[in-house]
C-alpha cells in the first residue's frame, strides 16, 4: 500500500505579529491540504480536479486550480468551500499542458479565496502550491520582500514571491531561483511551482512533507497521496527530503537542493482505485467499518509462516527480546490502540510496556529503561508528533518499529523496523478499521513474542482472530439496534460519558473520541472505578451513559458504578459481553478471548458515533475542524 497522507499549515492572520506571539500563533495553526499537479496529460483539469476530490478528506475549506497552455496562456480558479465548487467554476475543456491544485481546510483563521491555493507571484510569473509551514516566513518577508503587495495572508505567498525576487535581483532562471529560494526556507513543505517562461516544466520540491511523482506515459504527475492519481499511473517515485524536481511531460529529473543529481527506480503503487469508492455506501466510514472483518482475515493471512503460523520477522522479534521495556508512543486513536496493546503485550509475552502521547514525548521524554525498544502506532505513518519523537529516539541509537497502515511513509523510513496493517485506503476522518488492525496486529506480535519466550498460549491466537473476525460481522449485520437507540437516547443531547474499566476503559476512550469528533457531542470517557472520586459529579438527570462490560473479573464493579449514575438519573446503555450478560443489557456481543474483546465491543460504538453523526444531519466523513493526518506538530 503507497498511502502518504499529508497533514499541512499556514500561517493565516499573523502578518502583523511577530517574535513569541508569532511563535504561539503558529503553534496554533494546522491546515490540512493535499497537492495535485499534472504536466503532459490531454485532460490537465480534469486530472488535477479527480485528484483533488480523492484528497478532499485533508480539507474542504477551498479549493485552487492553475492551468498553463504552451503557448503561455494561463488561467487561474480559486473557490471557498467542495471541490465541487470549484468543478462548477472551471472548463474542463480549455487547452492546458501543466496544472497544479491544491485543497485546503483552515482550522484557524478565514477561509477565503484570496487566503486558497494557488499563490502567485506579484508579476503573475510564477504560481505556487504549498503544504507545510514557513518558520521564517516573516524575516524573509521583511529582508527580501518589502516591495511586495501582498494579497493573502499565508506564508506561501511569501515563498512564491521569494522565487521572484530571486529570479530578478540574481538575474536566475526559475529552477535556479527556486533553487535559491529553497535555500532561505526553514520549515515543512511540499511545493508544486510552475513558471509562465518554462510552460513546458513543472517543479517540486519537499521537506518533511509528503510528495510523490508519479509516472505515466506522455505525462508526469505530482501529488500528495498515490490515492490522488492513481487512475492515472501506478509508478510513482518517492522524493525525500531537500530534494528538488524537474519534470516534463516525458522525464522526471531529481536532485538534492545543492544541485546533486539523484537516482531512484519508480515503485508499484499496491492501491486499487475501486478500493477508493464509496460505491453503493452512503459514507466511508460505514463502508470502513464494514471492511474489517476482511482486514482482520488480511492481517492473518499475512502473517502466517510457511506452516501456517503466525509470525512476525525475527529480527524484529530478537531486538524486542533484547530489551527490557517497550514504549509505545502514538496519538490519538492510534494512542488508544497502544493501550489495549500494552495489555497484550504485558500479558501474553510478560515484557513491561509505556505508552505515551507522542506529542509529550517528543518535548519531555521520561527516565527511561536501560534498553528501551519503542513501537510508533501511525496509521498514516506521517504523524509529525510521532515523527519527532522518533527523531529523538534515532539521535540516542534506540531501536523502533512502526506499526503503519502506509508502506514507505516517513515513520516507516525513520524507523529501525515496519509491521504494515494491511487494512487498506481508510478515507473517513474519523478512523475505524485502522484501530482495529493495529490491535490485532499487537496482537500477532505479542504471541509471536510469547511463542519465541517459550510461554503457554492461553489461547490460539490465529484461531480466536478468525472468530474475533466473525463476531464483527454479527454486530455489523444488527445496525437497527444501534441505529433504535442513538435515536432515542443521543441525539437531543450535548453531553454523554463512556465508562469502563481496565480494557473496557481503554476502548471507552477511542468511543468517547469517535463520538465527539464527528457528532460534536461533548462526550468523555472515565475509568468506571474512579466515579465517586469526583467525576460523578457531571452526572445530571437525563445524562446519557453507556457502560462496557466484557471482562468478569471487573464485571459486578462496573454494574455497581451503574447504578450509581442510574440513582443520579442518568440514562444508561449498556453494551455487555455474552458471560458477563445480564437482563436489560441493550447490545450482546459476542464472547470472544478477553483480550481480544475490545476489538469486537468498539465496533458497537463506532456505529454509535455514525448514527449519532447522521441522525444530526452532519458530515460523518469530513467533521469539522479535522483532517484525516496530523502532520503538523
Same mark, same amino acid.
Given at each position: ?341 500494552? =495489555?497484550?503485550?504485558?500479558? $501474553?509475552?510478560?515484557?513491561?510496556? %509505556?505508552?505515551?502521547? #507522542? @506529542?509529550?514525548? !517528543? *518535548? ?50 525513520? =524507523?529501525?523496523?515496519?509491521? $504494515?496493517?494491511?487494512?487498506?485506503? %481508510?478515507?473517513?476522518? #474519523? @478512523?475505524?478499521? !485502522? *484501530? ?198
Amino acid at each position: 500500500m503507497t498511502k502518504l497522507i499529508a497533514r499541512t499549515r499556514n500561517i493565516i492572520e499573523i502578518t502583523k505579529v511577530g517574535g513569541a506571539e508569532r511563535d504561539l500563533l503558529l503553534k496554533e495553526l494546522n491546515i490540512m491540504c493535499g497537492i495535485v499537479g499534472c504536466i503532459g496529460h490531454g485532460k490537465i483539469q480534469t486530472v488535477v480536479l479527480n485528484g483533488l476530490e480523492k484528497l478532499e478528506y485533508r480539507g474542504y475549506d477551498s479549493a485552487g486550480l492553475f492551468i498553463m497552455d504552451e503557448d503561455g496562456s494561463t488561467q487561474l480558479v480559486k473557490r471557498v468551500g467542495r471541490i465541487q465548487n470549484l468543478r462548477d467554476a472551471v472548463d474542463e475543456e480549455i487547452p492546458a499542458f501543466a496544472g497544479i491544485g491544491h485543497t485546503r481546510w483552515a482550522t484557524h483563521g478565514p477561509a477565503t479565496e484570496n487566503n486558497a491555493h494557488p499563490h502567485q507571484s506579484q508579476s503573475g510569473r510564477f504560481t505556487l502550491v504549498h503544504n507545510g509551514v514557513i518558520e521564517n516566513y516573516d524575516e524573509l518577508k521583511k529582508e527580501f520582500l518589502s516591495h511586495v503587495d501582498f494579497k493573502s495572508q499565508t506564508d506561501t505567498e511569501v515563498a512564491v514571491n521569494l522565487v521572484e525576487y530571486f529570479a530578478n535581483k540574481e538575474n536566475l532562471s526559475g529552477k535556479e531561483a527556486f533553487r535559491r529560494a529553497l535555500q532561505e526556507i526553514r520549515g515543512s513543505f511540499a511545493f508544486g511551482l510552475l513558471d509562465s517562461e518554462k510552460p513546458g516544466v513543472l517543479y517540486a520540491a519537499k521537506h518533511k512533507s509528503p510528495l510523490l511523482v508519479g509516472v505515466g506515459e506522455g505525462f508526469n504527475v505530482i501529488c500528495s497521496d498515490a490515492m490522488a492519481t492513481i487512475a492515472e499511473t501506478d509508478r510513482y517515485i518517492e522524493i525525500k527530503d531537500e530534494e528538488l524536481i524537474t519534470l516534463t511531460e516525458e522525464t522526471v529529473e531529481i536532485e538534492t537542493i545543492e544541485g546533486e543529481p539523484v537516482e531512484r527506480v519508480p515503485f508499484v503503487a499496491e492501491l486499487d482505485a475501486d478500493d477508493l469508492e464509496k460505491g453503493a455506501y452512503a459514507h466511508y466510514m460505514l463502508k470502513e467499518m464494514d471492511e474489517q472483518p476482511a482486514v482482520l482475515r488480511k492481517i492473518i493471512q499475512n502473517y502466517q509462516d510457511e506452516n501456517g503460523q503466525l509470525q512476525v520477522d525475527k529480527e524484529i522479534q530478537d531486538s524486542i527480546l533484547a530489551s527490557d521495556r517497550i514504549y509505545v508512543i502514538a496519538c490519538g486513536t492510534s494512542y488508544h490502540a497502544g493501550w489495549v496493546g500494552k =495489555a497484550l503485550v504485558e500479558q $501474553l509475552a510478560g515484557i513491561p510496556v %509505556e505508552v505515551h502521547l #507522542a @506529542s509529550e514525548f !517528543a *518535548y519531555h521524554q521520561p527516565l527511561l529503561s536501560q534498553k528501551p525498544f519503542f513501537i510508533f502506532l501511525s496509521q498514516s505513518g506521517e504523524t509529525a508528533d510521532s515523527r519527532q519523537a522518533l527523531v529523538k529516539v534515532n539521535e540516542q541509537n534506540f531501536p523502533s518499529l512502526t506499526i503503519t497502515n502506509v508502506k514507505g511513509s516517513t515513520l516507516s523510513r525513520e =524507523a529501525s523496523y515496519t509491521l $504494515l496493517l494491511h487494512a487498506g485506503p %481508510e478515507i473517513a476522518v #474519523a @478512523s475505524t478499521k !485502522a *484501530y482495529t488492525a493495529q490491535i490485532a496486529v499487537m496482537a500477532v506480535l505479542a504471541d509471536a513474542l510469547r511463542a519465541s519466550k517459550g510461554l503457554e498460549a492461553p489461547f490460539d491466537m490465529k484461531h480466536e482472530l478468525g472468530v474475533v473476525a466473525a463476531s464483527i460481522e454479527s454486530v455489523l449485520s444488527d445496525k437497527q439496534v444501534v441505529q433504535d437507540l442513538v435515536k432515542e437516547r443521543l441525539l437531543e443531547t450535548r453531553n454523554a460519558f463512556y465508562i469502563g474499566r481496565h480494557l473496557d476503559y481503554y476502548v471507552a476512550m477511542e468511543a468517547a473520541l469517535k463520538l465527539k469528533e464527528i457528532s460534536y457531542v461533548q462526550t468523555e470517557s472515565f475509568a468506571a472505578g474512579e466515579l465517586k472520586h469526583g467525576t460523578i459529579a457531571l452526572i445530571e438527570e437525563g445524562t446519557p451513559v453507556i457502560a462496557l462490560l466484557s471482562e468478569p473479573v471487573v464485571a459486578s464493579h462496573t454494574r455497581g458504578n451503574i447504578q450509581e449514575v442510574k440513582a443520579r438519573g442518568a440514562v444508561v446503555t449498556t453494551i455487555a459481553m455474552e458471560g458477563v450478560e445480564q437482563e436489560g443489557d441493550d447490545i450482546i456481543v459476542p464472547a470472544v478471548p478477553i483480550l481480544l474483546a475490545p476489538i469486537v465491543s468498539v465496533v458497537v460504538t463506532q456505529l454509535i458515533a455514525y448514527y449519532t453523526s447522521l441522525g444530526k444531519g452532519l458530515d460523518v466523513d469530513k467533521p469539522r475542524n479535522l483532517a484525516k493526518s496530523v502532520t503538523v506538530e
